[in-house]
T-cell receptor
């Protein structure tokens, strides 16, 4: 089944403890991105990647890192999480470009204490 | 800078009534506009895009460049339309490959 998967789905952690949220797609998509969803603010793009080894900042990149070593994987790294990063995170992918249909993962609910 | 505004956070209508979800954008070039929908306990998914000019589940949206709007409309709302709706904008080359979403509108269709 063609899909975008994220792990973990739920995570509670403490301030400063490094964590990684994985994202994987099996559709051979080139474009992948990460969003955070907060009440009243909608979805805000954190980082995106046009292809392997090509990443760029979205609207709210502070406090996050990403890497794209393989086409199918696009992990989101929080080196030193803080409570203001408590949010619902979505990974998405599309075939080529930002204008293509975005396919979203199920979301990861992160709580930073 | 590109920006999308959805002025209504909550919208409630009765079944069979017309519904319009507003979306206004700010972008200096020629944007691509989308509507995404998130039903309860489901993933966010594309509803429609302006370049397709198609009707999905009875919904339509017309890009009005003069008013910089991309309102989503349906003549007769159904209970299954209850969901969170997001308007999104993709700018041209000068904006990189950012996709900007609005704040979202929670639509409730009452029986």
């Amino acid at each position: 089944e063609a899909q975008v998967t994220q792990n973990p789905r739920y995570l509670i952690t403490v301030t400063g403890k490094k964590l990684t949220v994985t994202c994987s797609q099996n559709m051979n998509h080139e474009y992948m991105s990460w969003y955070r969803q907060d009440p009243g603010l909608g979805l805000r793009q954190i980082y995106y990647s046009m292809n392997v080894e090509v990443t760029d900042k979205g609207d709210v990149p502070e406090g996050y890192k990403v890497s794209r070593k393989e086409k199918r994987n696009f992990p989101l790294i929080l080196e030193s999480p803080s409570p203001n990063q408590t949010s619902l995170y979505f990974c998405a992918s599309s075939l080529y470009f930002r204008g293509d249909t975005q396919y979203f993962g199920p979301g990861t609910r992160l709580t930073v204490l | 800078a590109q920006r999308v505004t959805q002025p209504e956070k909550l919208l409630s209508v009765f079944k069979g009534a017309p519904v319009e979800l507003k979306c206004n954008y700010s972008y200096s070039g020629s944007p691509e506009l989308f509507w995404y929908v998130q039903y309860s306990r489901q993933r966010l998914q594309l509803l429609l895009r302006h370049i397709s000019r198609e009707s999905i589940k009875g919904f339509t949206a017309d890009l009005n460049k003069g008013e910089t709007s991309f309102h989503l409309k349906k003549p007769f709302a159904q209970e299954e339309d209850s969901a969170m709706y997001y308007c999104a904008l993709s700018g041209g080359e000068t904006s990189g490959s950012r996709l900007t979403f609005g704040e979202g509108t929670q639509l409730t269709v009452n029986p």
